[in-house]
């Protein structure tokens, strides 16, 4: 039997050179389900989309592969078409649905920033920040737009940094916000390394979290579960995406129609990141 080889570029700026713990747990899903179907996933990391695209010409004429998962889907995005000229099968991770002939396995970003923004307000957030990732990433566009949306209905003040996922963005991002003439009492941010990040600077800042600050982190990973204090999460079963997206390119490898996959929506588990705002101090003392 031919074995078969599914291709991922991870575009990344420098700084983030390798891979973040949300990918590794997507591949460690991926590869599972390739283990004794004679399939193997080949990695390759590059600087940004314009080098994404030349390692897949480069890839598909030598046949060095025989299908492509494609990530974090730009607003707007040379891949789509030239996947259709390249004319190899393959899967998008993270959607939006799309008209272009892809199969694609759709993640509820929307739904994970509205119920990051409710269980805030719940515990009775007014004025939340969000560290986004890249912003012509469509899926930070659907969180922003969710987030400022369900921020309007619950009457929460709200904001967007953009950061770029690395450890730092997210540190610079929270030295910003606490730093400002409007401090927020809550911060979402978009991964756990933003998030990391982040509770250093409140650390370095002496603003302590949950008491004076809490964080909600999106991915239920490792990183987030180890963090000081554990950090509440916007949880999505990574690592089950990952075997979606195992059985999804094996299926276009083996001729398969595009279809559409649908994943659980994502839910919120909340840890010791997370507490209700302190008390406001009367105005006049300090």
């Not at 199969?103 to 923004?117: F, I, S």
């Not at 566009?141 to 969710?146: G, H, I, T």
């Amino acid at each position: 039997m031919h074995e078969r080889i599914a291709g991922l570029v991870l575009a990344r700026p420098g700084r983030l050179l390798g891979m973040e713990p949300f990918m590794a747990d997507v591949v460690q899903g991926i590869e599972e389900v390739f283990a004794g179907r004679g399939c193997s996933l080949l990695i390759e990391f590059a600087a940004d989309i314009t080098a994404e695209i030349e390692i897949w010409r480069r890839w598909v004429p030598n046949r060095h592969v025989d299908g492509i998962v494609m990530v974090d889907l730009r607003a707007t995005d040379a891949r789509l078409e030239e996947l259709q000229r390249l004319g190899v099968p393959a899967v998008l991770l993270g959607g939006p649905e799309l008209k272009a002939p892809i199969t694609n396995v759709l993640v509820d970003n929307a739904e994970g920033a509205r119920a990051a923004v409710r269980a805030l307000a719940d515990l009775g957030h007014a004025d939340i920040a969000r560290v986004s990732g890249p912003r012509d990433m469509l899926h930070c566009q659907a969180r922003d737009d969710a987030f400022m949306a369900t921020c309007a209905e619950r009457d929460v003040r709200a904001r967007v940094i953009e950061g770029d996922y690395s450890e730092d963005s997210g540190r610079d991002a929270m030295a910003q916000l606490l730093t400002g003439s409007r401090v927020p009492t809550a911060v979402v941010y978009d991964n756990d390394l933003m998030a990391i990040g982040g509770l250093a600077a409140a650390k370095e800042l002496g603003v302590a979290v949950p008491e004076q600050l809490s964080v909600i982190a999106w991915d239920d990973t490792a990183v987030a579960r180890l963090a000081t204090p554990p950090l509440s999460v916007v949880t999505v079963d990574v690592h089950g995406l990952g075997t979606i997206v195992g059985e999804a390119i094996l299926n276009v490898i083996q001729g398969a129609a595009p279809t559409t996959y649908q994943v659980p929506k994502p839910t919120i588990r909340l840890d010791r990141s997370t507490a209700p705002p302190a008390p406001v101090a009367p105005s006049g003392s300090r």
